[in-house]
């Protein structure tokens, strides 16, 4: 067996491995790896692409249907803000200097109104209305004056300047 395995181990070392059928092999190895490998790089580089086109894909439908979100509700808070606007009783709290004593059934009867919009809404949690004339404040919490308001930050938030435009700062309640 010693000797079986000496003699394998000189032909090994003595061949010169230039034989005909080994350069074939080595040949149709390389014809067969090499398109292997060309097909794996070029499946890598388009599933890649794929994912990129479908994240791009994914990320515009996510924005836009957000901003169709966003739209919808700043729609519905228009509408209801308008109805607030138009609403006799809310007017008659807007433009009342005296003491709001004798306009009582009509604080109710806005405080039922601003009741229901926030209940209605998913989006709303609370509705001021705030009266400069009188320096009061009338929410889902009742008729408070305006230095005492629980929230004065919220109503302090949006301050028009000369263009218009609403600046937005950080609401703080009860000064947390």
Request: aromatic residues 14%; hydrophobic residues 40%.
């Amino acid at each position: 067996m010693k000797t079986n395995y000496a003699e394998w181990k000189k032909y090994l070392r003595n061949y010169q491995f230039h034989s005909i059928f080994l350069k074939n092999l080595l040949l149709m190895m390389l014809a067969i790896t090499l398109p292997f490998l060309c097909i794996i790089c070029i499946s890598m580089y388009s599933y890649g692409n794929i994912q990129k086109e479908e994240i791009r894909t994914y990320s515009v439908r996510t924005v836009t249907q957000i901003a169709a979100d966003v739209n919808d509700v700043l729609r519905s808070v228009k509408e209801k803000a308008i109805m607030l606007g138009f609403d006799q009783d809310v007017e008659l709290f807007l433009y009342t200097d005296e003491d709001a004593e004798h306009i009582f059934y009509n604080i109710i009867n806005i405080n039922r109104f601003l009741t229901m919009l926030s209940t209605t809404s998913g989006y709303i949690d609370n509705v001021y209305v705030y009266s400069p004339h009188n320096g009061k404040v009338l929410s889902q919490a009742g008729l408070t004056d305006y230095s005492e308001f629980y929230d004065k930050s919220c109503l302090d938030i949006s301050k028009i300047t000369e263009n218009y435009q609403i600046k937005y700062n950080e609401r703080i309640v009860n000064g947390k």
